[in-house]
């Protein structure tokens, strides 16, 4: 049976490689974007939705129109802030996107799924939590708070069959401000010394939708450089 998978911020960069790998491996895809003009992924099923409003996550849900397998909490507001500029609004407004809809998305997901059945929820963080520095304030708040729902969520779903998993990237592509040499200079800036790729992104997703026995679990991908301890967000160490 042709298994069906959510992905939220679906538009570009990582959500949209997330889809094209699924729908390449034979999953029909539901595309999460937020405005009626953005494309999607060829053969994926587009819903629209802003997501800091309230009916969001029941729209994104019933596109689904059955059974859901898998989850995937990518979609995500990135704004420099610190506590120097702390803006409520600004932290509202991360927390909006970046918390509140993946916990409500996970509710309605959760009441409408059948128990016994197996389904995986996977929510996108941030390898900054291992290792965090005082840039992007209210992003990392937003995400620390999402791998506590990843937790909590794994333990009150479990019973229902409903894994609820975590991936922690670094920096895997060209953030916005930055220059193509500032990526280059930062991109592998870590133990291994080699940058992380999406594609390593999409290894372990396609791992946690199959890993049947696994929930509650983060994997960080970073090459080690939670362990260097950076002072800074990566993409402003080459200003130092």
């Known amino acids: 049976m042709r298994r069906t998978a959510i992905v939220t911020g679906a538009r570009h960069r990582v959500g949209r490689a997330i889809c094209e790998a699924l729908l390449g491996r034979g999953w029909r895809v539901v595309a999460h974007v937020r405005g009626e003009g953005d494309a999607v992924a060829e053969g994926a099923h587009k819903v629209v939705a802003d997501l800091a409003e309230p009916d969001a996550a029941p729209r994104i849900i019933d ?88 937790e909590i969520a794994a333990r009150a779903l479990a019973g229902k069959g409903i894994r609820v998993n975590a991936i922690s990237p670094a920096l895997m592509l060209q953030s916005l401000g930055q220059d193509e040499a500032g990526f280059a200079s930062v991109h592998a800036a870590n133990l291994l010394g080699r940058g992380v790729e999406p594609d390593e992104l999409v290894d372990a997703l396609l791992y946690l939708a199959d890993a049947r026995s696994v929930t509650g679990q983060t994997i960080i991908l970073d090459g080690g450089q939670r362990f260097m301890a950076l002072p800074r967000d990566v993409q402003y160490m080459e200003q130092q």
Not at 107 to 132: C, F, S, T, W
Request: charge should be negative; aromatic fraction near 6%; avoid cysteine.
């Open 63 to 150: 596109a689904a129109g059955g059974h859901i397998d898998l989850l995937v909490n990518n979609a995500a507001r990135f704004q420099p802030d610190s506590l120097a500029d702390f803006s409520a609004g600004e932290f509202d407004a991360h927390m909006a996107v970046n918390l509140k809809a993946p916990v409500a998305l996970t509710q309605v997901l959760a009441a409408k799924h059948e128990a016994g059945r197996d389904a995986a929820i996977v929510n996108i963080l941030d390898a900054k939590l291992a290792a965090p520095n005082p840039d992007f304030l209210s992003y990392t708040l937003a995400k620390a708070g999402l791998a506590g729902l990843t």
